[in-house]
């Protein structure tokens, strides 16, 4: 039997190595889904939109985008393809569960890469690769429309972020275009698979965290599980069709100088449905400078960290097993 939480989930309880301890449970306690997570219609008016967003950002650190004209069908096809991507007989997947540490490859793994090592996996099978043009001959043959829709539906999800990048920019008084380049040079996917799970109490599909990008742009369909942590409390994020979830990361917070507010977020699992996510997380190209944009540092509001290397960072987030706090600490002035 192999390790999938897909390929076993339907004939076991719940495993010990799935259970989380007390304190990051989900537990019984119903969490709404609630309406206050803003959403943010991209058809208002510019002045507006700068408005909304900023708020957005501070406030929340998470938003739901709609009217953000990328096609509906495009949406639509890259759900049904992650569907049947999933569905495939694990012969058609193997290939892509070959451990290799070439970051152009893609790769498909279960709970997270560490799973030999970490103490309790999550319930979910992730599948990750680039964005970039280069690396399509990596990405998955089938089914088969999966490179043309994928590669479709990233080159929107591309634009999309880099048009509320500058409406942020706007917002916060950093200079047009400051994103446009090596800030969000390597577009990551991530497709989620979190199949229906015996004790949605116990145990997590994705822990409390940040995302430790630039801006992360989230599909979803109409099954709810993903949670927001909103001054201490949990707020459910609730499925609007054709919306992307929007969430600042935590390279973001670092440049806008904690003007901006990462979002901690997490993802819980439900006992009937299978749910897919695509995540598109614009990170910056591993050698880029990081550091609080000098257009926000006043003397009133000094830069919180030292500059630092992107890929620096990325390698203390994987040592602290995912701690973004942990992993800024040694540029922190
Ligand atoms: C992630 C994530 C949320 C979701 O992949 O980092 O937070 O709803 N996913 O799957
Ligand atoms: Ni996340």
């Known amino acids: 039997m192999d390790k999938f939480v897909s390929s076993w989930y339907n004939d076991q309880s719940l495993p010990e190595s799935y259970i989380f301890p007390p304190h990051e449970r989900p537990g019984k306690l119903l969490v709404p889904r609630c309406n206050t997570v803003p959403v943010i219609d991209l058809s208002d008016t510019r002045t507006n939109l700068v408005h909304q967003i900023l708020k957005a950002s501070q406030e929340f650190g998470l938003f739901q985008v709609v009217n953000h004209g990328v096609p509906a069908n495009i949406m639509s096809e890259t759900m049904s393809v992650f569907h049947k991507f999933f569905e495939l007989p694990a012969e058609d997947k193997a290939s892509l569960t070959v451990y ?4 152009k490859r893609c790769k498909l793994v279960t ?8 103490k309790i996996h999550l319930w979910r099978d992730v599948l990750r690769h680039p964005c970039h043009p280069d690396c399509i001959e990596f990405w998955p043959r089938k089914p088969l429309r999966y490179r043309e829709v994928v590669a479709a539906c990233s080159i929107e999800a591309k634009k999309l972020g880099l048009q509320i990048l500058e409406l942020l920019c706007e917002g916060i008084g950093i200079e047009h275009g400051y994103f446009e380049h090596e800030l969000t040079e390597d577009l990551l996917l991530g497709a ?5 799970c015996p004790d949605p109490s116990l145990t997590l599909g994705i ?4 995302d430790p990008d630039i801006l992360t742009i989230l599909l979803q369909e109409h099954i709810s599980g993903l949670q927001v942590l909103k001054d201490g409390e949990w707020i459910g ?4 069709p054709n919306a992307f979830v929007v969430n600042i990361g935590y390279i973001l917070q670092v440049i806008s100088n904690n003007k901006l507010k990462g979002a901690e977020h ?6 009937s449905d299978h749910r897919i996510s695509v995540v598109f ?8 400078n990081i550091e609080p944009a000098k257009s926000v540092v006043t003397a009133t509001n000094p830069p919180l960290c030292r500059g630092f290397q992107f890929k620096e960072f990325v390698d203390n ?4 097993e995912g701690d973004a706090d942990l992993a800024l600490q040694p540029f922190k002035l």
């Open 281 to 288: 997380c614009m990170n910056p190209a591993g050698n880029s």
């Open 192 to 196: 989620n698979h979190y199949p229906p």
């Open 100 to 103: 290799t540490n070439d970051p």
């Open 266 to 271: 997490r993802v819980v699992t439900n006992s």
């Open 207 to 210: 822990p409390k965290h940040f």
């Open 237 to 240: 994020v609730r499925p609007i």
């Open 111 to 118: 709970s997270t890469l560490d799973y030999d090592r970490e």
């Open 317 to 320: 987030f994987y040592s602290m």
